[in-house]
């Protein structure tokens, strides 16, 4: 990394939304870009396992086509399964998975979430969200397994459930987890 230039550094912590470089996925090599997110209802037509693999393949095909070929990460908002992805097992929120009180079922369906997620070619969940819903005003409070950060602390199975344990995240029904929405997260 240390002959990288200024541009490829840049270009290697960029992401780009899927939809910005869907029609000329020669930018992710032009920009060096070091990953690609499919927010939420961000799709390629079809929306079919086919077209996702097909279009990662795509990205990652751009991607290893700059001077150093380092691979693409793609990121895709699986927060309550790849709900992105027709036809895909959609969950129930994590408001829903934490009144459960249950962190070996939080733990099998992130499971079955990164094996869906993997199947049509992303690697990376933005998911699980950990934050600590408070107030009820907060139009998010479904993304929260709870009011209280025990509940929220014990649902960390689902980090384990997407990632695997340590050495499995290169298996192809593991993706990489994004503890996300924690520091600064509005509103909650």
Not at 34 to 50: D, E, Y
Not at 67 to 92: C, E, K, Q, R
């Amino acid at each position: 990394l240390g002959r990288m230039t200024l541009a490829e550094k840049v270009g290697q912590i960029a992401q780009a939304e899927r939809a910005d470089v869907a029609d000329d996925p020669g930018q992710v090599t032009e920009a060096r870009l070091g990953s690609v997110l499919s927010g939420g209802g961000s799709v390629p037509a079809p929306n079919t396992p086919k077209a996702w693999a097909d279009m990662v393949d795509t990205f990652q095909e751009a991607a290893l086509g700059t001077p150093l070929g380092i691979p693409l990460l793609y990121g895709v908002d699986s927060v309550h399964g790849h709900n992105n992805l027709l036809g895909a097992t959609v969950f129930p929120h994590n408001i829903g998975l934490g009144a459960t009180r249950d962190p070996a079922l939080v733990r099998r369906i992130a499971h079955i979430t990164a094996e869906e997620t993997r199947a049509s070619g992303p690697q990376w969940a933005f998911a699980p969200c950990i934050c600590v819903a408070r107030d009820d005003r907060w139009g998010r409070t479904y993304e929260s397994f709870g009011e209280t950060p025990g509940l929220v602390e014990s649902m960390e199975t689902s980090i384990d459930g997407l990632q695997g344990h340590p050495g499995q995240l290169d298996r192809p029904d593991r993706v990489l987890a994004t503890a996300k929405h924690f520091a600064g997260d509005g509103l909650t």
